[in-house]
């Protein structure tokens, strides 16, 4: 196997040095606030793989998912440069919440300078993964990491604590790069007013750090959307979660390198399908805009949103506003599933945030070993759920642009990505 690790900078230029729109993430009463200070440096992180024959790319982005559509234009770069087939290239997200937003939630639009940088330095990530391919030595180990993440809604809802490792090596032994692959939100310092790739940032260069020269943890996250870190949010916590999970990926790291884990030396396969998916059930446009009237002028005409979770009519227009948003865009998407394939390795990557019900019914449908799910693949069209996920509600489940999939999303998502993987089965 040939294996190859890069690394570009994604970091947007801080307010007071541009007039682009750049805005993160806000609570309701702070969208589209813009960032004037770097915490840490945002990366796209890319890894090429080859079996001589057939090749792949993955890019991991620290950003939290592609609504806005750098994705596609990456995509028709890379393909450009490298030779490389739409089925062969996967660019997933680190969906870490100090980052640009670029799930398209706000009420403007982030600068489309700024999208085609962004397209533009994931190409060139990629297009360096694939120059630095050498030939390769590849182990994976997969291990439970408890006290590491839980899930935010019930504690007896699922809640994947696998940590999934694969380590590449040169023929002398030299670690050249990891993929490491966890479920965890994150969201140690969400919204707050500097550009972070939050835990995941720390933990990935506790990993690079401990392992010196040029090597490269590329960092995949799981099915999270409901699954949060065990860490205050807050920088402490920031710290102390990516303490903690780039330790336990050094450890499995250095268990590799003891002889542990399963070689990767076989043919590499990669498929792609697509799922259709659709919006959440709402009522006609004119009667959520009708009921929008009564709700201002109930107000007297006063639309401020002065809390970070308004209540009352405030919080009802909120939510109104969503659903109106909604309304006015499509009713329904055809989205593709992408998988990769190599040696006992199965990765199928899912373009949502999918909550941890999802990756537990693929795992446990899934004939052949067992896949990592990963999510915050392009395009990100928010949360989604099993049926049971929606019965039981909460935020995930609202109709808004953060859940734009409603009810039998899920279903549809978990079919096709099965097919995906008996198609990878099959070779």
């Keep these: 196997m040939y294996a190859g690790f890069s690394r570009v900078d994604i970091t947007p230029p801080v307010a007071s040095q541009t007039d682009m729109y750049v805005p993160i993430l806000g609570w309701a009463n702070e969208r589209g606030k813009l960032v004037d200070a770097v915490r840490d440096p945002l990366y796209a992180k890319g890894l090429a793989l080859s079996d001589g024959q057939r090749r792949a790319v993955l890019v ?29 290239i996967i660019i997933l997200a680190t969906h870490a919440h100090a980052t640009p937003e670029t799930c398209d939630i706000g009420d403007r639009p982030v600068d489309p300078r700024w999208v085609a940088e962004m397209s533009e330095r994931i190409a060139r990530c990629a297009v360096q993964a694939v120059e630095n391919s050498q030939p390769s030595r590849l182990r994976l180990i997969r291990r439970e990491v408890p006290g590491l993440n839980a899930n935010r809604r019930r504690p007896d809802r699922p809640c994947d604590r696998e940590m999934f490792v694969l380590l590449a090596e040169d023929p002398t032994g030299r670690p050249l790069g990891a993929l490491v692959a966890f479920a965890a939100h994150p969201t140690t310092v969400q919204v707050h007013p500097f550009y972070s790739a939050d835990y995941v940032g720390h933990a990935m260069g506790v990993i690079e750090s401990a392992m010196g020269g040029d090597f490269v943890s590329v960092f995949a996250n799981g099915c999270c959307g409901d699954i949060r870190p065990e860490a205050p949010e807050n920088e402490s916590g920031l710290v102390q979660q990516g303490q903690v999970v780039g330790e336990a990926g050094l450890e499995l790291i250095h268990a590799i390198a003891d002889g542990e884990g399963e070689p990767i030396d076989s043919t590499l396969r990669t498929a792609a399908r697509n799922a259709t998916v659709h919006r ?39 939510y109104l506003d969503e659903k109106i948003a909604l309304a006015r865009g499509p009713a329904s998407w055809s989205v593709p599933i992408r998988g990769m394939a190599a040696g006992v390795m199965r990765l199928v990557a899912l373009p949502c945030e999918p909550l941890a019900r999802v990756g537990a019914y693929i795992q446990s449908k899934a004939s052949g070993p067992k896949p990592l799910v990963v999510g915050y693949a392009d395009p990100m069209l928010g949360y989604v759920g099993m049926q049971a996920d929606y019965d039981e509600g909460g935020y995930e489940s609202i109709p808004a642009r953060w859940a734009r999939l409603g009810p039998g999303s899920g279903e549809a998502i978990t079919a096709v990505a099965l097919e995906v993987l008996e198609e990878l089965n099959r070779g």
Excluded: F, K, N
Excluded at 61 to 88: F, K, N, W
């Design 60 to 88: 991991v982005c620290d950003s939290l998912g592609d609504h806005v559509g750098y994705s596609m234009p990456a995509r028709r770069l890379i393909e450009e440069r490298t030779g490389l087939q739409p089925d062969e």
């Design 280 to 318: 959440q059930p709402l009522p006609p446009l004119t009667a959520l805009l009708a009921e929008r009237e009564r709700i201002v002028e109930a107000l007297g005409g006063d639309l401020s949103i002065p809390d970070r979770w308004p209540d009352g009519l405030r919080s009802d227009l909120w």
